[in-house]
């Protein structure tokens, strides 16, 4: 009696929950402002960029305790009393893709599941991730190609978006929307992933982030605590990925700048490409950097998020020394592995067997 009683509460559970879901992935008020794809991410993100965002120290991440990580696990990973089934209900990745939603729907009814078959005193787990590799950057450098090739490999597990880019936007998006940003957010893209990392008897396994904006987005820095009134950041993104995890691997693809910014060109926006517009846009953003390179640093002008606004293409992007060194401050070289666009055009089996080599793995 009692157990048919469980299996009832069980499947009303499961029908409460996805109908919840359902209101929630069918909101629409906030959805836009959401897309991550195509020419509304760069309206929706120059938006935000013109408003001040203030980050408090009880809202800030760097000051909140990281997480204690199984040491028999290769990936940062560690175990988590799930508290309810529905965990999933207002993470904002939720309503940009079927397969999020399908997932996570997924794991809300096995969460309903684990619940069902304890008592209140007795919480199940589950086990939480964050990355153990980055795929930092750069756009238009052959990042996709590259995630797809590290992603068949059988110790490498997907995470549920390939570009979260949850350090360098989503959660500001979070904080002007609701004033509060969890990083619970990000961490819910990897239960996928910590599920496989879990049933692998050696926990060898690993997952990865590869946004393209890792390494060189930094628009929000003034937000900070303490950057508000500098001209240049002290405290940036790579100081919070640091924070959680010291000990990760950062992949960096470098593009030939000026081939890297013709194709970044003809892949965002929705105006006329031709070769004259681009020629007129470059020259127009070079005309602004000269000026700021007049009475300020490299640093700052890279950092310079409304220049970055006013040029006609995304010329910062290919100042990568600046960015690499601020990383290099931040992480140990030793965490870096550099590849050249050209060196993995020319031979990618090359390429990856010093990927593997570098992440600690087979070549399988």
Partial sequence: MIK???????????????????????????????????????????????????????????????????LNYRNPCWLETIHSAGVYIDNPYLSLTENTQKEMIRLTVKWGKLLSKTNSSTKPKRLRCLPYVYVAGMPKSGTTDFYRRLNVHPDIVKGQRKEPHWWTRMRFIELKRTNHSSINIYIDLFDGAAEKIEVDKSHSK????????TLWDNDFWRSFPGNANLDEPELLNAH?????????????????????????????????????????????????YENCFKNETLRKCAYDSKL??????????????????????????????????????????????????FLGLSEY
Avoid: M
């Fill in 206 to 213: 690993i997952t990865s982030d590869s946004s393209a904006s």
């Fill in 240 to 288: 919070y990925i640091h924070h959680f995890t010291p000990d990760i691997k950062i992949i960096v693809l470098l593009r030939n700048p000026i081939e890297r910014l013709f194709s970044d060109y003809l892949y965002f926006g929705k105006l006329n490409k031709s070769v004259e517009n681009f020629h007129e846009r470059v020259v127009d953003t070079i005309a602004l």
């Fill in 4 to 70: 048919g009683k469980k299996v009832l509460l069980f499947c009303i559970l499961s029908v409460v929950i996805y109908i919840v879901f359902i209101h929630n992935i069918s909101r629409k008020p906030f959805q836009a402002q959401l897309r991550l794809k195509g020419n509304n991410k760069r309206i929706d993100i120059v938006e935000l960029r013109r408003h001040q965002l203030q980050i408090t120290k009880e809202n800030d991440l760097i000051e909140r305790d990281v997480p204690r990580y199984l």
């Fill in 308 to 357: 970055g606004l006013l040029s006609g293409v995304r010329l910062r992007i290919g100042l990568y020394w600046v960015y690499l060194k601020d990383w290099f401050r931040i992480f140990p070289v030793k965490n870096f592995l550099i590849i050249r666009s050209e060196d993995y055009k020319r031979c990618v089996l090359c390429v990856f067997k010093k990927v593997f080599r």
